[in-house]
């Protein structure tokens, strides 16, 4: 059993306090949202929870069956996809594959074969990412995240390039991939929202 606790967590840029004193814990078969309007904070909360950013003050605690993770250990239990992630631009979408298997492998034995399957990209493993539109990376950088054997899921606007039918496959797919799972959205974006059991508004 997995659960994350923010305690009192702060960030400051500059004079300007971007997250003050946010509380909360997040617990594991569980999908948090993050709501707020623009510069409210989301974007900040999430690289605080990954990692990514460390609080001004507060702190960040993750624990497995009551058991504190060391802050060094936190990346290998997550699986992080924001406007700030992306893929390296020129391997093809096999080689990508194969580079994430070997950093985070997937919680069930899929070949590169099924992945094209998921992702509805068949015939395309020869082709480079930096020559897919912004729709389809958001894709196959969701379905990496969604199949990896992590037992958190952090997405920062994860359906913001998506149209409706490949929202459609992003819903279904979370679906079958957050049990047992801390996953944390997020978004202003209503789809998105609906998705969550629970939602934290930062305004």
Request: hydrophobic letters at 40%; glycine letters at 6%; one cysteine or more.
């Amino acid at each position: 059993m997995i659960s994350i606790t923010a305690s009192a967590l702060s960030k400051r840029f500059g004079y300007q306090w971007i997250v003050d004193d946010f509380q909360y814990v997040f617990d594991q078969n569980t999908v948090y949202g993050i709501a707020g309007s623009n510069g409210s904070g989301k974007s900040t909360l999430v690289k605080i929870i990954s990692g990514y950013l460390t609080p001004s003050s507060g702190k960040i605690s993750y624990l497995i069956d009551g058991l504190n993770v060391k802050s060094e250990a936190i990346y290998k239990l997550i699986s992080l996809v924001g406007p700030y992630t992306d893929m390296i631009n020129e391997y093809t979408l096999e080689e990508m594959f194969v580079f994430h298997k070997k950093f985070k492998p997937f919680s069930q034995s899929i070949e590169f074969d099924e992945f094209e399957k998921i992702i509805r990209l068949q015939g395309q493993r020869t082709k480079l990412l930096q020559h897919f539109s912004s729709g389809m990376r958001q894709k196959i950088q969701l379905a990496l995240a969604l199949l990896s054997d992590t037992p958190v899921l952090l997405m920062d606007e994860p359906t913001s390039f998506l149209d409706k039918n490949a929202k459609i496959w992003f819903k279904d797919l979370l679906d079958k991939s957050k049990s047992e799972r801390v996953v944390i959205i997020a978004s202003n974006d209503q789809f998105d929202l609906e998705l969550c059991d629970e939602v934290v508004s930062l305004d």
